[in-house]
């Protein structure tokens, strides 16, 4: 079952709570859901980047949400995209 949600949300991404768009700010990032909620967070050291699959571990700041993990597949979004935030990840750590 947990399968299922994970396919829905991250990658067809048709559930509300699916992220949408994320924008890096000064220390932190911004998440869209596709029900238009905004998130702020920081990004995890447990985040997993690899040139095939990156997964974003996201604690939002002075909300009620737990933890969001955020799966990036490489075709979801420009391949010059995808490896700037890959290099961006890394170095940033």
């Given amino acids: ?7 829905l949300r991250d990658a067809l991404l048709v559930m509300s ?3 949408v768009e994320f924008y890096f700010k000064q220390d932190f ?4 859901t596709l029900g238009g909620k905004k998130i702020s967070g920081r990004i ?5 980047v690899t040139p095939f699959l990156t997964i974003l571990n996201v604690s939002p700041i002075n909300t009620k949400y737990k933890t ?7 075709d979801s979004m420009d391949i010059e995209q995808f490896r700037e935030l890959r290099v961006r990840l890394r170095w940033e750590r």
Avoid at 68 to 74: A, G, L, Q, R
């Fill in 1 to 7: 079952m947990i399968l299922i949600f994970y396919f």
């Fill in 17 to 19: 709570t699916s992220f």
């Fill in 29 to 32: 990032i911004e998440l869209t």
């Fill in 44 to 48: 995890l050291e447990t985040s997993f």
């Fill in 68 to 74: 969001s993990n955020i799966v990036i597949f490489p």
